[in-house]
């Protein structure tokens, strides 16, 4: 555990107009604001996510490896992505789309980078992050559904690799859609293109949990929260990263199975496996749990 940190909950947040971020105790929520367009995202969207992204990875405990900062304000457990209106994000923005059909294959390319850094920012981020999805999520939308930790639904959510009907792939999307379905639901759904409904989706896994009704979806949030917050914060930030690793591990098996024996032991020896150890034997909650 390192013991200072350069960066504090009260340093300036960046500039946005078409998203938010609000700042609840360890919890990050950001919303989508381009209700008008159903949250279809441009390149200033883009461009704006990932700065958030960005400032909230800086400050999140699995980062700092600090529970707070200087002024005793909690580092970041938990990120919501939600959207502002009918629909949770309708894929790229028609503007955005029409440029690209008259871009050069550089500028396209340059246009793709920025949205794998949005995908691979959200997908990496060292918080629980938590999706409300309502209406459609279509496209790069349905690449964020693929991106959180734990997706929340309702009874109208419909999500779609939508790009085969436009004669494109859900190429820079793909790796992420792909770990989370598998690879016969992507390969199926890539090529359908069409639209899963909520029941279809949380069967296949795109979804974890379905509501009634967007009237549901903070009840939902934050029963997620609450369970996050009882976890250890870096067995939260270790477990993704375990997972990072057994998606990428190009060793033997035997090689893998010392690996895991060694991060273990790691663990079981931190300060955090420790404290959460001793609070098991003497029947208390540990030092990182909500006292309420």
Known sequence: MIMLSTVKISDKIPSTELCSLDIDGP???????????????????????????DWTKERSVGEVELLNDEDNQPFFRVLVLRSDGKHFCAGADINMMRDAGAASA?????????????????????????GAIQGVAL????????????????YRTRIALSEG???????????YVYRRLGSAQFRR???????????????????????????????????????????????????????????????TDEELRIWTLDKTSQMRGSTEGQEGLSSFLERRKPEWADDS
């Open 27 to 53: 919890v990050a929520r950001i919303t989508l604001l381009r209700e008008d367009v159903f949250n279809a995202l441009n390149v200033q969207l883009i461009s704006e996510l990932v700065s958030i992204l």
């Open 106 to 130: 550089e500028e396209n390319r340059v246009d793709s980078e920025r949205l794998d850094r949005l995908f691979n920012s959200l997908w990496a981020h060292p918080c629980f992050t938590i």
């Open 139 to 154: 496209g790069g939308g349905a690449g964020l559904v693929a991106c959180v930790d734990h997706s929340i639904g309702e």
């Open 165 to 175: 009907k436009l004669g494109i792939l859900p190429a820079v999307i793909g790796p």
């Open 189 to 251: 759904l890539s090529m359908l293109a069409s639209r899963v409904g909520a029941e279809e989706g949380l069967r296949i896994g795109w979804l974890n949990e379905v509501v009634e009704s967007p009237l549901d979806f903070n009840q939902a949030i934050q029963r997620v929260i609450l369970d996050v917050l009882s976890t250890g914060p870096m067995a939260v930030v270790e477990s993704k990263r375990l997972t990072m690793n057994f998606d990428e591990w190009k060793g």
